[in-house]
């Protein structure tokens, strides 16, 4: 007899197919003027792309609250399609797929009471989701509790660089030298 995985049994590639939705990676609401863009790719221990990995985002809003708000899962009341977002609320949530390439984007405002974004990553082979966290240039390693207590190769592996105004680009590494730091919730 054989026994095939289960979605129980591994991350992927089962949620490629019901995570994303519609308007995922627009956290921003469309036209604010504060939005900034966060980019980058996801690669394995050799360097190579992921093409098929699904990142979650978690951030407050600019005022600091952590409430977050109702907007990104709506569904059209006639069909039970995914209608995405309604266009004007900041809800703190977004989700998003990489490309051929491993590369991703989302458009979100900056985070208010803390100089990151929490990231959730779902990929090939992962038993089970990894967390990280992006933090935005500016931040003064010495403010930071996690930043202080990693050393500056380490603490690289999280600070994402300015790539041009209002731009900034954050690779995530799965393995290898230069694997970002992940997170452990217990």
């Known amino acids: 007899m054989t026994v095939l995985p289960t979605p129980s ?7 490629g197919y019901a995570l994303p939705f519609p308007g995922g990676p627009d ?10 863009t966060v980019h980058g790719h996801v690669l394995d221990g050799a360097g190579e792309p992921v093409p098929d990995a699904v990142l979650e985002f978690w951030q407050p809003a600019p005022d600091g609250s952590r409430t977050g708000a109702p907007g990104s ?4 009341p006639v069909s039970g399609g995914h209608l995405g977002r309604d ?3 900041f809800t703190g949530f977004g989700r998003v797929a990489t490309d051929a390439d491993g590369g991703w984007a989302v458009r979100t405002l900056p985070p208010g009471g803390v100089p990151y974004l929490c990231v959730c990553v ?3 082979g992962l ?5 990280t966290r992006v933090y935005l240039p500016g931040v003064s390693v ?10 500056p190769a380490r603490r690289r592996t999280l600070t994402a660089v300015e790539a041009a105004p209002r731009t900034y680009r954050f690779d995530i ?7 970002t730091v992940f997170l452990d919730f217990r």
């Not at 049994?9 to 949620?15: A, D, E, L, R």
């Not at 899962?73 to 059209?76: E, G, K, L």
């Not at 590494?173 to 694997?179: F, H, K, S, V």
């Open 27 to 36: 956290i921003a609401p469309p036209g604010h003027p504060g939005t900034i």
């Open 173 to 179: 590494r799965l393995q290898g030298p230069e694997e």
């Open 87 to 89: 266009g004007l609320t």
């Open 122 to 124: 779902f990929a090939r």
């Open 73 to 76: 899962m709506r569904r059209d």
């Open 142 to 151: 010495d403010s930071d509790p996690l930043l202080a207590s990693l050393t």
């Open 127 to 131: 038993l089970h989701h990894l967390y």
């Open 9 to 15: 049994q591994t991350v992927g590639p089962f949620y």
